[in-house]
């Protein structure tokens, strides 16, 4: 563990080249390196856009790693960092990006903040979207994962002009046959399952009964599993138990329909209670087990929801899966003490600082 605290460089920032110290420049490490805000890295948020792509996701991920789990920051420090990371392409910092999104999105969802949430996101990603644009001719490298990635997380959020994009090009191929570019098409899917109705549904059900590769098989369960549609979502569980998915892809499906969200997490978990006896017979141990179990459980985020988890598990308990169930009730329990403690500085600042126009926000 690394700790850089605010009296040992205090006096030597104006002489560091980047105007901020960094250990194990250029380098992945195990090490926790705690750079302390008022001294080292509020004064030197200007001097990331100058740093080498694997420090500034060392540098994101190092302030977070402990954001939720020990409540140890602030949220008008954790906005103002993400925003100057607006813009950045290399993958290695949009995926780093992408990572904090899901812990404060975990923070904020189903709370009062979620407007303010959505309003950072789209305000950071969309300037990336930009630079990367649509279309897959002059990209190169990793720069295509950035594109997809970013494209799938404005389009599940809501964000109305990447969401329209997205239905665009999703009609020109469903209507006049002009197959979408690979580097876009599992993300331009999936932003259109999410407010899709039985038409689109039938759709993907079609491409998933033609498809001849078990890599394309697995993308369009990752679209199936993003509709949000209660009548869909309840088919599609219930599909999950046919011959048509195999016992593999049946745990990633329930996974998947359980993270879109409260109706989702709640059919889904409803969905593995009915149906617990068959299920604990398919699956009696192994790394199968562990995710369906890990699956149906990791996304709520209340104390009635760890009530409820531990009730039935005490009932009906899964030897084969007792370590990763253990784990993710202590997750749980982690969320629920981080929500309470930064539910109201979080609304308090997104409240204070939100600009949002109409049209930003077409649905959460």
Not at 228 to 257: G, H, P, Y
């Amino acid at each position: 563990v690394v700790i850089i605290g605010c009296d040992e460089y205090k006096d030597d920032i104006g002489n560091m080249p980047t105007g901020l110290p960094l250990i194990n420049s250029g380098q992945a490490s195990y090490c926790r390196v705690n750079y302390d805000w008022e001294s080292l890295l509020g004064p030197g948020l200007s001097y990331i856009q100058t740093l080498e792509p694997r420090d500034k996701a060392g540098i994101l991920m190092h302030f977070f790693l402990d954001f939720v789990r020990t409540r140890d920051g602030k949220i008008e420090h954790a906005v103002e960092l993400v925003r100057h990371y607006a813009g950045e392409t290399d993958w290695i910092v949009v995926d780093a990006l992408l990572g904090v999104f899901d812990s404060l999105e975990a923070l904020v969802r189903d709370t009062k903040s979620w407007a303010g949430y959505l309003h950072l996101v789209y305000s950071t990603l969309t300037p990336i979207l930009e630079k990367v644009g649509w279309s897959d001719a002059n990209l190169s490298g990793n720069i295509t994962f950035t594109q997809g990635a970013v494209i799938d997380r404005l389009g599940r959020l809501g964000h109305s002009d990447t969401c329209g994009e997205a239905r665009l090009l999703f009609s020109r191929e469903q209507r006049a046959g002009q197959r979408l570019n690979k580097s876009i098409r599992p993300a331009v899917y999936r932003s259109v399952a999410v407010t899709g109705g039985q038409a689109e549904k039938q759709y993907f059900m079609d491409l998933y009964h033609s498809a001849q590769r078990n890599e394309e098989k697995r993308m369009l369960l990752t679209v199936l599993g993003s509709f949000t549609n209660s009548q869909i979502v309840q088919e599609l569980l219930d599909w999950s138990m046919s011959d048509d998915v195999k016992l593999q892809d049946r745990v990633f499906l329930i996974s998947c329909l359980a993270e879109t969200g409260l109706e989702g997490r709640a059919m889904a978990f409803k969905f593995f209670k009915d149906n617990f006896e068959t299920l604990s017979k398919q699956y009696t141990s192994g790394s199968l087990l562990k995710r369906l179990v890990s699956g149906v459980v990791r996304n709520f985020n209340t104390e009635q929801d760890l009530d409820n988890i531990n009730e039935f598990f005490k009932l009906n308990p899964v030897p084969g899966a007792q370590m990763t169930l253990d784990q993710c009730l202590e997750d749980l329990r982690i969320l629920i003490s981080a929500r309470e403690h930064y539910q109201v500085p979080m609304l308090e600042y997104f409240n204070a600082n939100l600009i949002r126009t109409e049209s930003e926000v077409i649905r959460g």
